[in-house]
Nanobody, 118 residues
Framework: QVQVVESGGGLVQPGGSLRLSCKAS????????MGWYRQAPGKRRELVAF??????TYEDSVRDRFTISRNGAENTVTLSSNNLKPDDTAVYYC?????????????WGQGTQVTVSS
């Protein structure tokens, strides 16, 4: 069974920085993509950033402030965030996607809370 575990959330002041980490384990299949999503109270879950063999993709509001990086050999992905804003407050979820032929499986972590507040 594939497990996805996030770490690194917490409370940070506006303008501060935070680094989230995620590791997928329990599979010998190649993970096609890994990425980060977030869900603020009362809002839908939205994409933050993900990385595929073709490179990274960012949501517009974080493009100049966040950096996603992936270690394919270790099945880990990190999200480095700078100049955090109160609007970045949310539960951040890690997602791993495995594609085998025509089958696609998504695996999600439990989420880690990020709170940006003074």
């Amino acid at each position: 069974q594939v497990q996805v575990v996030e770490s690194g959330g917490g409370l940070v002041q506006p303008g501060g920085s935070l680094r989230l980490s995620c590791k997928a384990s329990g599979t010998s299949d190649e993970i096609y993509s890994m990425g980060w999503y977030r869900q603020a109270p009362g809002k839908r879950r939205e994409l933050v950033a993900f990385v595929t063999p073709g490179g990274p993709t960012y949501e517009d509001s974080v493009r100049d402030r966040f950096t996603i990086s992936r270690n394919g050999a270790e099945n880990t992905v990190t999200l480095s965030s700078n100049n955090l804003k109160p609007d970045d407050t949310a539960v951040y979820y890690c997602r791993a996607v495995i594609i085998l032929g025509s089958r696609r499986d998504d695996y999600w972590g439990q989420g880690t809370q990020v709170t940006v507040s003074s």
